[in-house]
């Protein structure tokens, strides 16, 4: 069955940096835009950065621009989120999304950033 799962979430100081995965099954990886999205509590979900089928081409919202970066290994199914210089700001729920002849999302991990 289909399956995306996210992992890497987790507790962290202001400034420092997680990396996040999204490990896909289940559907051709290679044939979705893959992105990384997050919900704070009693705020929308928002797009975090989105990345090509390719790789070649990414997109950033502009709260996470310089800090972050997106990245995929076609090879392995999976997508990464590289969170540098990590605020309080973004604490949030982090999912990642397949968008493609199907929308497929994972349930998500939660990342806190807390001194």
């Known amino acids: 069955q289909v399956q995306l799962v996210e992992s890497g979430g987790g507790s962290v100081q202001p400034g420092g940096s997680l990396r996040l995965s999204c490990e896909a099954s289940?559907?051709?990886?290679?044939?979705?835009?893959m992105s990384w999205h997050r919900q704070a509590p009693g705020k929308e979900r928002e797009l975090v950065a989105s990345?090509?089928?390719?790789?070649?081409?990414?997109n950033y919202a502009d709260s996470v621009k310089g800090r972050f970066t997106i990245s995929r290994d076609n090879a392995k199914n999976t997508m990464y989120l590289q969170m540098n210089s990590l605020k309080p700001e973004d604490t949030a729920v982090y999912s990642c999304?397949?968008?493609?002849?199907?929308?497929?999302w994972g349930q998500g991990t939660q990342v806190t950033v807390s001194s």
């Open positions: 999304k397949a968008r493609g002849p199907n929308l497929y």
């Open positions: 289940g559907f051709t990886f290679n044939s979705y835009v």
């Open positions: 990345i090509s089928i390719s790789g070649l081409i990414t």
